[in-house]
């Protein structure tokens, strides 16, 4: 049987487990919203930690937190970092909005665990030891401590917040309305590394494809009609070309983000904060990331303003319609084997039926149109959320988040399983191509320009009428010479 302790906050008492870093806030919100059953993702966390690192790092480096309170959250944050407080971010993926259970949540983590660290060999240097290391690398000095822990406070159990206290000192500088959105920020930009990758390999297969099939002259198709000569090799190349562009959307898109608003507080006004904690939080966040990142100079539009995150779903909404288009190619030019084009020949990765022996369907391409469709309609939940945000502030960040990152890991896991169950293995049936493409009349476009469209016109209905090709009427009508039509062929496609 659990025990528990009763922490008070500013509506009034709550039970919280007795062993748990997470306290009052956390607890009310882990009552309120049992909702979807899924947490936030992991990176959303670990980038979560990291803000706080960094902002404690800045706070003492500006003089606004002493350094053995510090270094004990740093510590906290690097415990959280490394997987081993895991259960304690309990919290649904829909909750309040802003995300302010998020960082309360982490806030409550960070500073019980941070005091029970002070309890231990950190408080033996009586708050007199080193300051966090500057971007610089320069140890710094603290000319006034405004928020600095008394050496000799007694370090209380958990819940009673001393000498660390969540808001008081991990918290400061620090809202919810900027914090959130920054973690959001790194936490698609952490993650979209590996689906541009992948993005990037997968070009890299459908190019080899098109360099390998350049030569399998082919029925090009429009309308799913017959339409004119061109090869296998263009169409797989032409997918690799969509893709490249998509993927260049994600990194311009993902450059956006680097643009971060923390330091901008409530409204984005500063308030509370030091005049240089943005500079200098963004500043260890790069750091720490290794990531592009800048502080902006409109934090007020950017606790409004959540376009970057439209822009990046857009990209992602982008490389998913080329996805599933290419898949649904894929199915088609598949199709049969005998009753279909079968064009290609696509790996075979599981049985295709439970009834019909045999059987073999294109698995990995239609798992690729689900895969896509679904990021699409997650581009048109971070739409919405963008779309209502209300005066100072959009609320919509936990959805956000939760949308962004789930398009991008699906994304990724998409790409890798398409090129890797797919693409790499797709075989051409060249005879089967060379079949449908003697059969059909696809070069007679490229006699227009000799015979004009009128006659042409004629000459293909007359075709279909007889069976007879369209080069054999050509010629028994004298036309053009037999040399004149092979050197035309030669040309095309």
């Known amino acids: 049987m659990h025990t528990t302790r009763r922490e008070r906050d500013a509506i009034g008492e709550v039970q919280v487990p007795s062993d748990a870093y997470y306290g009052a806030f956390t607890a009310r919100a882990l009552a309120n919203f049992q909702l979807s059953g899924m947490r936030a993702k992991p990176v959303f966390i670990r980038a979560l930690a990291l803000t706080k690192k960094a902002a404690a790092q800045a706070n003492a480096e500006l003089g606004m937190l002493d350094a053995k309170s510090a270094a004990a959250i740093c510590k906290a944050a690097d415990e959280v970092l490394a997987g081993k407080l895991d259960s304690e971010f309990p919290l649904d993926a829909f909750q309040a909005g ?65 000498p660390v206290h969540p808001n008081d000192h991990v918290n400061l500088g620090q809202s919810s309305n900027d914090v959130i959105p920054t973690v959001v920020r790194l936490s698609v930009m952490l993650n979209a590394r590996g689906l541009v990758k992948e993005g990037r390999e997968l070009e890299a297969a459908l190019q080899k494809k098109a360099r390998e099939f ?36 994600l990194e311009c898109a993902l450059d956006r983000l680097g643009e971060l608003g923390i330091g901008g507080t409530a409204l984005g006004t500063g308030i509370n904060a030091h005049p240089q904690f943005k500079e200098k939080i963004v500043l260890y966040l790069s750091k720490l990331t290794q990531l592009k990142l800048r502080s902006s100079k409109e934090t007020v539009e950017l606790a409004q303003n959540m376009n970057a995150f439209l822009q990046f779903s857009g990209a992602l909404r982008m490389l998913a319609v080329t996805l599933a288009r290419a898949a649904n190619d894929l199915k088609l030019l598949s ?21 019909m022996p045999g059987k073999v369907n294109p698995s990995i391409p239609e ?39 789930g398009s991008v890991e699906l994304m990724e896991n998409c790409c890798r399983m398409f090129r890797e169950k797919c693409v790499v293995g797709i075989r051409a049936d060249r005879k089967r191509i060379a079949e449908i493409y003697i059969k059909s009349n696809t070069y007679v476009t490229a006699l227009t320009p000799r015979l004009g469209y009128a006659k042409v016109a004629e000459l293909v209905k007359e075709s279909l009428r007889t069976g007879k090709g369209v080069k054999e009427l050509v010629l028994e009508k004298g036309l053009m010479s037999e040399k004149e039509i092979e050197k035309i062929l030669m040309e095309i496609a």
């Open 98 to 162: 802003a995300g302010t259970p998020f960082n309360m949540n982490m806030n409550e983590v960070l500073a019980n665990r941070a005091n029970e660290l002070l309890g231990g060999p950190l408080s033996a240097s009586g708050g007199k030891g080193p300051l966090p290391l500057s971007p610089s690398g320069e140890r710094g000095t603290i000319p006034q401590r405004r928020n600095e822990c008394s050496a000799k406070q007694k370090v209380g159990r958990k819940g009673e917040y001393k």
């Open 367 to 405: 798992a690729v149109e689900m895969c896509a469709y679904h990021v699409m309609g997650s581009d048109r939940a971070v739409e919405l959320a963008c779309k209502s945000g209300q005066l100072d502030l959009n609320t919509n960040t936990p959805l956000i988040a939760h949308e962004l990152l």
């Open 214 to 249: 350049g030569d399998v002259k082919k029925l090009g198709r429009t309308h799913l009609q017959d339409a004119v000569p061109t090869t296998l090799g263009n169409e797989f190349n032409a997918y690799a070309s969509a893709l490249r562009r998509d993927v260049d959307e």
């Open 335 to 355: 199709s049969g084997p005998r009753g279909g084009l079968g064009e290609l020949i696509l790996p075979e990765v599981e049985p295709g039926s439970s009834i």
